[in-house]
């Protein structure tokens, strides 16, 4: 992160969002559209070409690029190449930068992976999500298992660091089934999994079909929860075993260099620049000349495909949404995300960014947390124990609370 | 008492004189006294009958001879009382008086040729069992010139006139103006009022030997003129008391709290009251972080509890919640001191222990022979020892026991009327502290033990009873933003576990750049929502879930 006297914090990292489905899974909320034509795509990728000159301006090197989507590996190895390409032109990526793609089976092949490779791709996020066809189909994913299985042999083969995405607390699935998707992850070889609680987004078809309250399915819903929180720290534990560190709620890898350093550096508030059709940014507190105006701020492109290539194709920037964040703010963020990390809460960034006196409140409110055993209170930083990652968000309540 | 109508029982003595004449053509004053039945009123039996010459001993004749008919029997026997066995409410219907008779004979050795069959509802009989009386019951031998020996068998409070004293003159008279002392505390007052229980009370000119009446002297509360205890007159006094003085003591414990802890100064108001009338009430003032201020009360035994509980709320219109009862405890210190203890907030540190004690009794229990295996299974489940039975009657036996207090004040009686279909009958009185390892079980949620569920018990039953509580507080306290131990333990040594999962919502799905704002919002959201809630961090414990664990009745 380099920080500079008059331009404040400069974004070392860079996400690019490909909002393209082949079809859309039941359970995913981000922004995404099915089908597109190879049209559709060719003019996406000359439109991410102008965004990326219009908003990314003199700066350093970035440490990390990231193509999320979506689904990314949509574009075939030809595209992603030119579009790394593109980005290379507007900014140049540290010798050691992070390249992930994410990649769903049966979207890209054993060439195209190589292909990725030898365009610059070196990490790449396979959307696994189950090794149990019946989950698969269930969820609305369009492989198989052993699709998936081909797809994680070949990237590794292809020499590229691997993470997988597994999905936890489906209904009817048991500890067994479960511990046997982390157990078979594993046995693959890869150095990175992402293992998820599967949860009900508003505007999902599953959202439709969740558990709702109320009697009979009250008590039958109440079983489901407990079973996913057991579900939890099985996770924690068999990975464990099998020599994964969770570093994040949801995130385990073999050794360090197998973390994702791109998600850290998001959970950090290290600042960003997000480009494509629904992208986020979170840019530091930038060089305005009031208070007000130097705040940190997070600015998304509204996540609509047509407004965001008819402004790019006139020469403009897309529309955006922004919100400056009140140093309160911060800390919620801070605190949030914090309790999701290993690492932790960072006291220091939190004194610099929201104030001596917010931070000795938090630090005051953490206390209690530190005796039910939720988290540990070191010098600079606070730190969840896994009883406290399980409740992340519960104790982020807590700890941001305004009264004591 | 509205209580006593209901019930069919007989809580408080009472007393009546009344002008019979006799088969032979003389005219008799009969003193009578109907005393309660029950054996946690055994102590006031015992001194009723002590104020007696005979006995009538009333069978119900649908129910025949019952544990307590025994024992109250033998009270009688023992101060050699006559007995006139009557058999009651022979006006209803479907009755087999031949058992009732058989019974009389076989199971109470009583000649059934003696009992009088009588319905108190009709009338029919009560003639009989009058001239009975007059004829079988031998007249009173004390003297109206010696020394004032009255001995009291119950008193009551009157508001306006104070403590209303029931006694049998023995010995000498009293009239209005004579000093009486009351001989075990030797506390004196000057006699207002004297005479007999009529209808109404009817004032005489003075009580004399043989008489049973009322003394009015001023006094405040019944618990100056002690039940069994003697009064005699402070000028002229008698050379002692008369024998079977005990002072009342509580044997079982409960707290009382009221439900709506502004109530507080209405229970105090009407305990004090009713202890104004019955000296057999003890309690004292006792907090608890969870159910407020209250009250602990001891009281002679669970009918006893049961029915100060049902009085205070209906006489004085309180909602209470009173705890599961509890017995005492007798713990011998290393240095030898002896303390009694009733309430776990006194448990001295173990370590300063050498010997712990429980009270025993002796349960008499009568049923129908093929109920014995069940019974005897469920003492010995109870810690009972020395069993032994005899027949009663054919096919009728009466179960010996001695077994912990400790053990039958919780649901012993249910579980033997559910054993016996309701054929049996039960009965005990108090043996003594015997050894028993006791301990101090301590519930703790999240670590911290929550004062108002700490117990003591006996070793052997603190693992099931500690489970049950912490499955009930699990059923009971509701998710909290974080997981919440229950556990139950003895000193540190944890024998029950129970986790209540917290309140979540997809704690462990994604978070990425994109998702960051919008979860920030929602937490912002919530953040508003829960500004006026207070509990944060601590285990709220809702109140139904002590009212739960601690409530007499299991359901």
Known sequence: ?404 | MDLERERGITIKSSAVTMDHVGPDGEKYLLNLIDTPGHVDFSYEVSRALAGCEGAVLVIDASQGVQAQTLANMYKAMELDLEIIPVVNKIDLPNLDIDRVLRQIKEELGLDPAGAILCSAKTGAGIDKVLDAIVTRVPAPRGRSENPLKGLIFDSHYDPYRGAIVYVRLVEGSVRPGDRIRVMSTGRTAVVEEVGHFRLKNRPMARLAAGEVGYVIAGIKAVGETPIGDTITNDELPADGPLPGFVEAKPVVFSSVYPVNTDDFEELSDALAKLALNDASLHFQKESSSALGTGYRVGFLGLLHAEITQERLEREYNLSLFVTAPSVQYRITMKGGEIRLIDNPAHYPDPAEISGTEELYIRASMIMPDEYLGSVMKLCMDRRGTNLRHSYVSPGRVDLMVEIPLAEVIFDFYDCLKSLTRGYGSFDYEILEFRPGQLVKLDIKVNGEAVDTLSMLLHRDRAEARARAICVKLKEEIPRHQFRIAIQGAIGGKIIARETVSAVRKDVTAKCYGGDITRKRKLLEKQKEGKKRMRSFGQVNIPQKAFFAVLRRHEE
């Open chain 1, 1 to 404: 992160m380099t920080r500079c006297p008059t331009h404040g914090t400069l974004p070392s990292h860079l996400y690019v969002h490909v909002p393209f489905c082949v079809r859309k899974c039941r359970y995913c909320a981000f922004y995404s559209v099915e089908h597109p034509g190879d049209a559709l795509l060719e003019r996406y990728l000359s439109c991410l070409a102008t965004e990326l000159r219009l908003v990314m301006g003199p700066q350093p090197p970035v440490h990390t690029l990231y193509l999320g989507g979506g689904t990314p590996s949509i574009l075939g190895p030809d595209r992603i190449a030119r579009l790394l390409h593109s980005a290379r032109s507007v900014v140049s990526l540290a010798p050691d930068c992070e390249v992930t793609l994410e990649v769903n089976p049966e979207t890209i092949d054993r060439a195209g992976l190589a292909a990725c490779r030898d365009a610059g791709v070196n990490r790449v996020s396979i959307g696994v999500q189950s090794f149990h066809d019946a989950q698969l189909q269930w969820l609305g994913r369009i492989h198989d298992a052993e699709r998936a299985i081909e797809t994680v042999e070949d990237a590794l083969a292809a020499g590229m660091r691997v993470s997988i995405d597994l999905i936890y607390g489906l209904p009817g699935q048991s500890g067994d089934e479960w511990a046997q998707d982390l157990e078979r992850a594993a046995a693959l070889g890869v150095g990175h999994i992402s293992a998820y609680e599967l949860s009900y987004e508003p505007g999902t078809p599953l959202h439709a079909e969740r558990p709702l309250p109320g009697l009979p399915q009250q008590a039958e819903r109440a079983k489901h929860e407990s079973e996913r929180e057991e579900l939890f720290f099985v996770t924690h534990k068999r990975l464990g075993e099998l020599g994964f560190v969770g570093y994040e709620v949801s995130s385990f890898a073999r050794n360090v260099e197998q973390r994702s350093r791109h998600n850290l550096a998001t959970w950090a508030h290290e600042p960003y620049i997000g480009v494509g059709p629904g992208a986020h940014s979170y840019l530091g507190s930038g060089p305005g000349k009031d208070a007000a105006s130097r705040r940190p701020q997070r600015r998304w492109n509204l996540p609509d495909v047509e407004s965001w290539l008819s402004a790019l194709d006139a020469g403009g920037i897309p529309p955006f949404g922004h919100e400056p964040l009140t140093p309160g703010q911060v800390l919620l963020e801070r605190v949030m995300l914090g309790l999701r990390c290993l690492e932790g809460i960072d006291l220091e960034a939190c004194e610099r960014e929201c104030g001596a006196a917010a931070t000795r409140g938090l630090r005051r409110r953490a206390s209690r947390l530190a005796d039910r055993g939720q988290i540990l209170l070191e010098d600079s930083r606070i730190v969840p124990t896994l009883e406290g990652m399980a409740l992340a968000d519960r104790l982020a309540l807590e700890l941001s609370a305004d009264e004591d």
